[in-house]
């Protein structure tokens, strides 16, 4: 069984910074990937990044590359996501999620389809 536990959201006004945290447990080390992702109100999930845990590759969304910065700590089954000039378009619920263990052929990192398991969401909210 995987859980994941999402923290550090909060209030930050624009410009400013925020880290949120997503702790894993169970088997989330064997899992291809950690992806976060992102739900506005009345809008669609979207993919923010994503990072490999065995190679730590690292995958950005357009909208945020250059600002955010998703990093691992593998002893700590931690992925953190570090947020800088914050905009208040990135106001969203952010939630990480891995897929199962199984084969990933075609993995797609930013399509939320490949993602088994989710945590239950932390709230980023930027004022402007």
């Known amino acids: 069984q995987v859980q994941l536990v999402e923290s550090g959201g909060g209030l930050v006004q624009a410009g400013g910074s925020l880290r949120v945290s997503c702790a894993g447990s169970?088997?989330?080390?064997?899992?291809?990937?950690l992806g976060w992702f992102r739900q506005a109100p009345g809008k669609e999930r979207e993919a923010v990044a994503a990072i490999r845990w065995t190679t730590g590759n690292t995958y950005y969304a357009d909208s945020v590359k250059g600002r955010f910065t998703i990093s691992r700590d593998n002893a700590k089954n931690t992925v953190y996501l570090q947020m800088n000039s914050l905009k208040p378009e990135d106001t969203a619920v952010y939630y990480c999620?891995?897929?199962?263990?199984?084969?990933?052929?075609?993995?797609?990192?930013?399509?939320?389809?490949?993602?088994?398991?989710w945590g239950q969401g932390t709230q980023v909210t930027v004022s402007s």
């Open positions: 169970g088997r989330t080390s064997s899992s291809y990937a």
């Open positions: 999620a891995v897929p199962d263990a199984r084969p990933m052929y075609g993995f797609s990192w930013y399509n939320p389809r490949w993602y088994d398991y």
